[in-house]
């Protein structure tokens, strides 16, 4: 009883680390994402409008 116990936990446990671990890696990997596309929208802003003098 115990031993299924103990394997039910362990496979939730493991299936919340994965669970976790894949979110963090979403988040990373959007947030890069957002700062690469707002760094390029930048640089076309900067191109394109006038010098100011």
Known sequence: ME?????????????LLVTVT??????TLSDWRDRRRQEQENRELR?????RK
């Open 3 to 15: 031993s299924q116990l103990l394997n039910v936990l362990t496979i939730v446990a493991l299936a």
């Open 22 to 27: 894949g979110g963090v890696a979403y988040l």
């Open 47 to 51: 191109r394109y409008s006038p010098k």
